[in-house]
């Protein structure tokens, strides 16, 4: 039986789930707020923080439905809390309303998004990959969002710390997608040493209050912010707003107001985006995955790799802002681009807006791109995206 | 040298409320007890009770990326709806252990056969049926050494509830009594 072989420091490693790493990644990167409604597959993640947090100083409230939670959430973030919330496909619908309000309000939250099949109430139990793109074009007015996406119990871990850092650091409204496969799975997880591990807070004023403005303007797009019940007086609002956030209708602080709102995600591309690149360097096909899938993807690698078959994965940690740059470069130059996932065509989507303009056209090696696709609630399987590999000539 | 490549997949398999995810989280922590690399994913339906369900364990000694077993080494089956869905997936050389308290039809050939009515076992013997999935897990540790007997009893411990654990040790124990008891029948 397998002994001994693997690491030295074994003790270290527990068996963990996927919603359980998300819960103790919240606590790490300290969370003191949860509010929200429980739904299956994101239940356990509002289970261990009700038992977690009022023993550590914080707070837990089981709202009556997922409006209620979303907007609880943002008022003790707006109270100084790191706050967060979970659910899944159907709450998440719910949310939408106080997510757009929390990227207009310039408020730091983070919504979990535990994926499960749709539409409607659709597969409680089971997996899917189908609100990338609700995550990013969910709420109504034209905001971009940052939305992360791990494949693993210990990666749970680690961006729901990264989740809730860039939330308090860009001040908005972070997504954390995962599905109910990855959600519901135990592996073993050792956890960083937790000296290891950067937490950000937000920036608070250092001005005195009468100078305060909530909005103001900042070259890096970073505005310190302050909290109710610290003595610094700010409005609040949904509607279009001013340094103050008072209402405003006037074009130029309107322009002010929606150039921050993308500027400071598009100005720290950089620090947002994040991708896993394997065995890309002499690969002619590519395989395009995220999350649970790209086990799969990486599994038929593998196995691709042993039959000679030159094969690599690019992997987005960060599904949004979208990482164009990995994509141009790196799918651009592969002959076939193969994209599995758990919806009707989401990703693939991304990717041919990316590698088929015809500003792209001379440059791109890319012939041909192949969709797996399943949305019956099954994972898409290793030997069916080495079948797709297959046809590849 | 190199060590040869080990990893063996596992799937329990049933009906909601027959335990079976339970079993498969005892049997994932064992595993990690033998310090072994791990995942243990499941699927079942809405309900609480009744319907699919199922566990699936891998066990392996280097990193593997896909949690789910497609092709099983072992398979536990404790109603017949279970054995006639996945029976085709268990490889030639795999185990099949099979319930034959609702598992009425074996149509496999090549496999390592096991049936026991360890429902009925259980309600007879324990006066409960309950543990009818210790029962079959210790059955199959005792049987493929897929994780050691210490380590499957540590785990047991750590992850019932204190109330049920004496109840789940007599089942570990009869479990195993039983795999010894299949091999002199033979």
């Known amino acids: ?393 | 040298m190199k060590k040869p490549e080990f990893k063996k997949e596992i799937r329990l398999s049933g009906s909601g409320g027959q335990g079976l995810i339970t079993a498969g989280i005892i049997l994932a922590r064992a595993a990690v007890l033998d310090k072994a690399i791990v995942t243990q994913t499941q699927s079942y339906g809405p309900e609480s009770r009744g319907g699919a369900s199922r566990a699936d364990v891998i066990i392996s000694n280097t990193e593997f990326y896909f949690p789910e077993a497609t092709h099983f080494d072992i398979l536990l089956t404790l109603t017949q709806e279970a054995y006639d869905k996945y029976s085709e997936n268990l490889k030639d050389d795999g185990i099949l252990i099979a319930d034959n308290t609702y598992v009425k039809t074996i149509t496999l050939q090549y496999s390592e056969i096991y049936e026991l009515p360890f429902t009925e076992i259980a309600a007879e013997k324990l006066k409960s049926s309950l543990p009818a999935n210790i029962l079959a897990l210790a059955f199959l540790v005792r049987k493929t050494k897929i994780v050691s007997e210490s380590s499957l009893k540590k785990a047991i411990k750590s992850f019932i509830k204190p109330r049920y654990v004496d109840l789940n040790l007599k089942a570990l124990k009869l479990g195993f009594k039983l795999a010894d008891e299949y091999e002199s029948d033979l």
Not at chain 1, 30 to 36: C, E, K, R
């Open chain 1, 1 to 393: 039986m397998a002994k001994k072989e693997i690491k030295k420091n074994h003790q270290e490693m527990t068996l963990m789930q996927g919603n359980e790493a998300i819960a103790r990644g919240a606590l790490t990167a300290g969370l003191n707020f949860y509010a929200g409604y429980p739904i299956t597959p994101s239940t356990e993640i509002a289970e261990i923080l009700s038992a977690e947090l009022p023993k550590r100083g914080g707070v837990f409230i089981q709202m009556e439905d997922e409006i209620a939670g979303i907007s609880a959430v943002i008022g003790a973030s707006l109270a100084g809390a790191k706050a967060m919330t979970a659910t899944s496909g159907p709450g998440f619908s719910l949310m939408l309303e106080g997510i757009g309000f929390a990227k207009m309000a310039e408020t730091p939250c983070v919504v979990v998004n535990v994926m499960r099949g749709g539409p409607s109430t659709g597969l409680p139990t089971s997996p899917s990959q189908s609100d990338i793109m609700q995550s990013r074009w969910g709420n109504h007015g034209d905001a971009p969002a940052i939305v992360l996406y791990p494949n693993s119990v210990k990666e749970s871990f680690e961006l729901t710390i990264r989740a809730i850092n860039l939330a308090e650091k860009y001040r908005t409204c972070v997504v954390l997608l995962t599905d109910e496969v990855l959600a519901h799975m135990r592996e073993m997880v050792e956890l960083p040493d937790f000296k290891n591990i950067r937490i950000i807070d937000r920036i608070k004023p250092t001005i005195p209050p009468e100078w305060y403005r909530h909005y103001d303007e900042n070259p890096k797009y970073r505005t310190p912010l302050a909290s109710y019940g610290e003595g610094y007086r700010f409005h609040v609002t949904g509607l279009a707003h001013d340094l103050y956030g008072f209402p405003t209708n006037k074009a130029d602080e309107i322009e002010i107001m929606m150039k921050r709102l993308r500027k400071k995600i598009t100005h720290h591309i950089k620090d947002l985006v994040q991708i896993e690149s394997f065995r890309m360097e002499d690969a002619t096909t590519a395989i395009f995955a995220a999350g649970i899938t790209s086990r799969a993807a990486k599994a038929a690698v593998k196995l691709a790799r042993k039959s000679g078959k030159r094969v690599g994965l690019l992997r987005p940690l960060t599904i949004w802002p979208f990482p164009d740059e990995a994509v141009r470069k790196l799918l651009g130059s592969k002959k076939t681009v193969i994209v599995p996932e758990l919806n009707q065509g989401q990703l693939s989507l991304e990717v041919k807006r990316v590698l088929g303009g015809i500003w792209n056209y001379e440059n791109r090696k890319t012939r041909k791109i192949i969709e797996v696709r399943k949305t019956n609630g099954e994972l898409i399987t290793p030997v069916e995206i080495l079948n797709a590999i297959k046809e590849v000539k």
